[in-house]
DNA sequence: GAGTTTGAAACT
DNA sequence: CAGTTTCAAACTC
């Protein structure tokens, strides 16, 4: 919990889980200049969710398990004033894959748990910028990616030859998902 | 800051 | 399951 000292922060809570039209709530709380210095520590990264209430895993502070703070979303949900609905959404990301929270990035994937297991899917990006989530987490491309033309490997020569059934070098895992 | 690109998440 | 749409971040200019 922060201290409010000049009461700019969150909106009333006007947003209704199943209304028609939801009015647009800015979050007015991003002065910085000198107002981040005051919580330092976390500082995690702000997110600019619009659409999503912050309550799908498109959110990247909801899909951490964090609370919103200090972020620029609109019509935010994703705190303790609106903790029912928020609630609802964590349950409903659970029954859509029961280890979505497990891991503190995003997971799915068989058998992952508190690891990152997902395996990316990239198609344009040759797993070289942060577009990819292996990248981005700072690991490798595995079987388990269903990547093209991946470069993201130890050893960024990735020869194709045919020798190679897959676009990855080192496949020690014997187990594919399905193929 | 505006506009584009990108691929995960969501939806059908 | 696959194809499509939606979404917010990463990136470019
Ligand atoms: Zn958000
Ligand atoms: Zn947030
Ligand atoms: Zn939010
Ligand atoms: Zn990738
Ligand atoms: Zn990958
Ligand atoms: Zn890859």
Redesign the pocket.
């Known amino acids: 919990m922060w201290t409010p000292g000049g009461a700019v922060e969150c909106q009333p809570p006007s947003v209704k889980p199943t209304c028609s039209s939801a009015p647009p709530e800015k979050n007015t709380l991003e002065q910085h200049t000198d107002s981040m210095r005051n919580f330092s520590e976390k500082s995690k990264?702000?997110?600019?969710?619009?659409?999503?209430?912050?309550l799908?895993?498109?959110?990247?502070?909801f899909?951490n398990g964090e609370i919103c703070n200090n972020?620029s979303?609109v019509n935010c949900c994703n705190n303790m004033e609106h903790e029912t609905i928020r609630n609802k959404a964590i349950k409903?990301?659970l029954g859509?894959?029961p280890d979505?929270f497990n891991s503190k990035m995003?997971?799915?994937v068989q058998g992952a748990k508190g690891s990152y297991t997902?395996?990316?899917?990239?198609?344009?990006?040759?797993?070289l910028?942060?577009?990819?989530?292996?990248?981005?987490a700072k690991i490798m491309c595995s079987s388990l990616?269903k990547?093209v033309s991946c470069s993201n490997y130890s050893r960024s020569k990735v020869k194709e030859s045919a020798v190679q059934k897959s676009s990855h070098p080192d496949d020690n895992n014997t187990h594919h998902?399905?193929k």
């Open positions: 990264k702000p997110c600019h969710c619009t659409k999503s209430l912050c799908k895993l498109y959110c990247d502070c899909a972020c979303c409903t990301c859509r894959n979505a995003h997971s799915s997902r395996g990316c899917n990239c198609k344009s990006s040759g797993c910028k942060n577009y990819c989530e292996c990248y981005k990616c990547c998902t399905t």
